[in-house]
C-alpha cells in the first residue's frame, strides 16, 4: 500500500493487531495515536514526527516499532521500561486476553478487574488477542501464589450481625443495596442461564450474562453492608464469569472467554470460592483444547487440579474430567486413561454428595460423552462412538446443545468405522437438533462429519 492515502479511511476495527485495541480502548485513531508518541518522545528528548502511516504498517504489516518509538508509547500508556525487556513487542501492550497488569490479588484488585471486564466490553471477537503461553503460566503463577497467602476475607463493611434479614427492605440503609431477597435472586438467576445455555447454546445467553456481570459488580461498588452479603455478591460475580468464559467460548469468542475466566479466578479466590476457581481452570482448560493450544490446555487442567486438593467428590471428578480431556488433545493416550479413570472413581464417589448447584450437569452421562471426545482426539474411534451414543441415549433431553453435538460426533465415529448409513442417521437426528440452538462448536462437528462422509462417497 503505499502513501498515506486510504489510512485516513481505515476503521479502527479493521486490524486484530493488539495495537488496535490499544487505540480502541483510548478513542485513538491512527493520527491520535502518531501526535501521542511524538509527544512523549519529544518528552524523552527524542524529536520525532507525527506520521500516521507508520502506525498503520505495525498494526497491518507487522513492522516493528523502533526502540524509541516503543519507549515512547511505552511512557504514554504508563508501562515500566523494563517490560518492554522482558516482553517483546507487540506481547508488552496492555491488550492481551487476561485482568489488567499489576493488579494485587485483594478485594481491590478484583472489583477493578471486573469493572474492567464489564467496561471494555467482550463483544468483539477481535477485541483482544488470545494469551500466549507466558501470560497463562503467569497467571497460574500469580493464583497460586496468592491462594499459598491464604484467601483474603472481603472489605469490612458493617457489622455482619447487623445484616437486615432475608425479605428485610435495604433500600434505606446505605451499607445494604443487596438483601436477603436480592441475593437470592441473583444466584437463582445464573443457575436459570445455566440451564438456558444447555438448551439453547452460549451465544443466546452471552449478553444477558454480561448485563448481570454489570449489575453485580455495581452493587460491590456500592459497598454493600457485611461480610456475608459481600461474598455472596463476589461468588455469584464468579459464578457469572465463569458462565460468560464458557458463553464466549461456545460462541467462538476465544480471547474474551480467557478474559472471563481469569478475571473470575480473582473473584473466587477473594470470596474464598475454592471449588468455583476449579471450574474456572477447568473452563480455561476446554478453551484452549478447542483453540488448538493443547500444551496450555494441560497446565490449566493441572492448576485445576491442584486448585481441587481435598473438595467433594464430584468437584474433582470435574478437574479429573478436564485434565482427562486435555491430555487427550495433546496426544497423551496413557495420561488421558489415568485421568479418565480418576475421574470416573470421583464421580462414583459423589452419588452422596452431589457437590455445588452449578455442577448438576455433571454425570455419568457427561462423562462417558467426554471421553468419547477425547478418544476420538486420539484417533480411536472404535472405543469413541459406543460410548458417545451412549452418552447420547442417557442424556437429558433438554440439553438440546450438547445432544446435537454429542450425536454429531458420534455420527463421525460411526463414519471412521465404515458405517456410513448409521453414521447419516446420527447426523441428520444432529442436524434436526441444531435447528434449535446455535454453536460455533456445532457447526464445525457437522462440518467434520460432513467432510468424513464425502471422504467416504
Same mark, same amino acid.
Given at each position: ?11 479502527? +476495527? ?36 507525527? !506520521? ?20 515512547? /508509547? ?123 445455555? +444447555? ?8 449478553? !444477558? ?11 460491590? $461498588? ?9 461474598? $455472596? ?104 486413561? !489415568? ?50 451414543? !451412549? ?50 462448536? /456445532? ?15
Amino acid at each position: 500500500m503505499g502513501g498515506g492515502g486510504n489510512v485516513a479511511g481505515e476503521r479502527a +476495527d479493521a486490524s486484530p493487531h493488539p495495537l488496535a485495541y490499544v487505540r480502541r480502548r483510548h478513542g485513538w485513531s491512527y493520527q491520535d495515536l502518531a501526535k501521542v508518541i511524538a509527544e512523549h518522545a519529544r518528552a524523552l528528548g527524542v524529536p520525532m514526527a507525527a !506520521r500516521r502511516e507508520k502506525v498503520w504498517r505495525w498494526e497491518h504489516w507487522g513492522v516493528v516499532p523502533e526502540a524509541d518509538s516503543q519507549r515512547a /508509547l511505552a511512557r504514554a500508556l504508563g508501562i515500566h521500561p523494563r517490560e518492554l525487556e522482558l516482553r517483546p513487542w507487540p506481547r508488552w501492550l496492555p491488550a492481551h486476553g487476561g485482568m489488567p497488569d499489576g493488579l494485587p490479588w485483594t478485594p481491590d484488585g478484583s472489583l477493578t478487574a471486573l469493572a474492567a471486564l464489564v467496561e471494555d466490553g467482550t463483544d468483539d471477537p477481535r477485541g483482544y488477542p488470545l494469551a500466549d503461553e507466558r501470560t497463562l503460566r503467569d497467571a497460574i503463577a500469580d493464583w497460586e501464589a496468592a491462594e499459598a497467602e491464604g484467601a483474603v476475607e472481603p472489605p469490612e463493611g458493617a457489622d455482619p450481625g447487623e445484616r437486615p434479614q432475608d425479605g428485610e427492605p435495604a433500600c434505606g440503609r446505605p451499607d445494604s443495596w443487596a438483601d436477603g431477597g436480592v441475593l437470592e435472586w441473583l444466584e437463582a438467576g445464573v443457575l436459570g442461564l445455566r440451564r438456558l445455555d +444447555d438448551r439453547l447454546g452460549g451465544a443466546a445467553v452471552r449478553h !444477558r450474562t454480561q448485563a448481570d456481570l454489570r449489575l453485580v459488580s455495581g452493587l460491590l $461498588r456500592r459497598e454493600p453492608g457485611g461480610r456475608d452479603t459481600r461474598a $455472596r455478591l463476589l461468588r455469584v460475580a464468579a459464578d457469572l464469569a465463569q458462565l460468560g468464559g464458557w458463553a464466549a467460548t461456545d460462541s467462538g469468542r476465544l480471547a474474551a472467554a480467557q478474559r472471563h475466566y481469569l478475571t473470575g479466578l480473582r473473584l473466587a479466590h477473594t470470596a474464598g470460592d475454592r471449588p468455583m476457581a476449579v471450574s474456572l481452570w477447568g473452563g480455561l482448560a476446554l478453551q484452549e483444547v478447542i483453540a488448538g493450544r493443547p500444551q496450555d490446555a494441560v497446565a490449566a487442567a493441572e492448576a485445576a487440579v491442584r486448585a481441587a486438593g481435598s473438595a467433594s467428590p464430584a468437584v474433582r471428578a470435574l478437574a479429573a474430567v478436564r485434565l482427562a480431556r486435555a491430555h487427550a488433545a495433546l496426544g497423551a493416550e496413557a495420561a488421558f486413561r !489415568r485421568a479418565a479413570a480418576e475421574a470416573e472413581r470421583r464421580l462414583d464417589a459423589a452419588r452422596t454428595d452431589p457437590g455445588p448447584p452449578w455442577l448438576y450437569w455433571l454425570d455419568t452421562a457427561e462423562l462417558d460423552a467426554q471421553r468419547g471426545l477425547s478418544l476420538l482426539d486420539l484417533r480411536l474411534p472404535g472405543e469413541a462412538g459406543p460410548l458417545l451414543e !451412549r452418552a447420547l441415549a442417557a442424556q437429558d433431553p433438554a440439553f438440546l446443545r450438547d445432544r446435537s453435538l454429542y450425536a454429531a460426533r458420534a455420527a463421525q465415529a460411526r463414519a471412521l468405522n465404515g458405517d456410513v448409513e448409521g453414521a447419516r442417521a446420527l447426523g441428520r437426528e444432529a442436524a434436526a437438533l441444531s435447528r434449535c440452538c446455535g454453536s460455533p462448536r /456445532l457447526a464445525a462437528a457437522l462440518d467434520a462429519l460432513k467432510a468424513v462422509l464425502d471422504a467416504r462417497r
